[in-house]
């Protein structure tokens, strides 16, 4: 079955920088690609995701790129603020019918250092 | 408009007690998922529902784990003869289809003493 490995496990950046997290997939017949934001106590956020058919994709501070070929994807957030802080999982879906069940990664921790 | 709840939130239960997870989806959503979320780990899909058709437990971990969603809409996980190794968090989704955006709830944390 597919396998999603995240890197790094913790990362702290400074108010206003970028932060960057990376994920690679196992099976190449993957076509979905979503990131959750977990707050403590709270269930996972859909922040952003991308499908196989796109090589990029942004939203105000946050973007992710997508690499079919290597079977990796990035999540990269920009002037990132306090509110940033949380856990990150990016995941993996062959979706299709009768399909839609995501494959975790393992998570990111995320402080933003005032 | 109301997100994906679940209740109880927090459960404690005795080693070999049976509990009832409940999961309300977002109205209009097809598609319901079950998820176990171990402390600092990622969420590890355990079932998945089209309307009342579960068409994947796949990731159900032992025949203790039986979940159902009678009328298409609330969901109910139910784990018989509670273990120790099954204190985890219970993460349930909704999605429209085959869109692939799924919406958590809150979650249903459980402690097996």
């Known amino acids: 079955g597919e396998n999603v490995e995240q890197h790094p496990s913790t990362l702290s950046v400074q108010e206003g920088d970028s932060a960057v997290i990376k994920c690679t997939y196992s099976?190449?017949?993957?076509?979905?690609f979503p990131w959750y934001k977990q707050e403590l106590g709270k269930g996972p956020q859909l922040i952003i995701d991308?499908?196989?058919?796109?090589g990029e994709k942004k939203d105000q501070r946050i973007a992710v790129t997508l690499n079919k070929t290597a079977k990796h994807f990035s999540l990269h957030i920009t002037e990132t603020q306090p509110e940033d802080s949380a856990v990150y999982f990016c995941?993996?879906?062959?979706?299709?019918?009768?399909?839609?069940?995501?494959?975790f990664g393992t998570g990111t921790r995320l402080t933003i250092i005032p | 408009g109301a997100g994906v709840s679940q209740s109880p939130r927090y459960k404690v239960a005795k080693r070999g007690q049976d509990v009832a997870l409940r999961c309300d989806p977002i109205?209009?959503?097809?598609?319901l998922f079950w998820y176990q979320q171990a402390l600092g780990q990622g969420p590890e899909f355990l079932t998945y529902?089209?309307?009342?058709?579960?068409?994947?437990k796949s990731g159900l971990p032992s025949d203790r784990f039986f979940a159902e969603r009678p009328e298409g809409s609330v969901s109910t996980l139910k784990i018989q003869r509670t273990q120790q190794e099954d204190s985890a968090v219970y993460l349930c989704?909704?999605?429209?289809?085959?869109?692939?955006?799924?919406?958590f709830g809150p979650g249903t944390r459980l402690t097996v003493t």
């Open positions: 109205s209009g959503h097809v598609s």
């Open positions: 991308i499908r196989s058919n796109v």
């Open positions: 995941a993996a879906s062959i979706l299709g019918p009768g399909n839609e069940k995501l494959t």
């Open positions: 989704a909704s999605s429209l289809g085959v869109t692939g955006e799924q919406y």
């Open positions: 099976d190449s017949a993957s076509n979905y």
């Open positions: 529902f089209q309307n009342e058709a579960q068409l994947d």
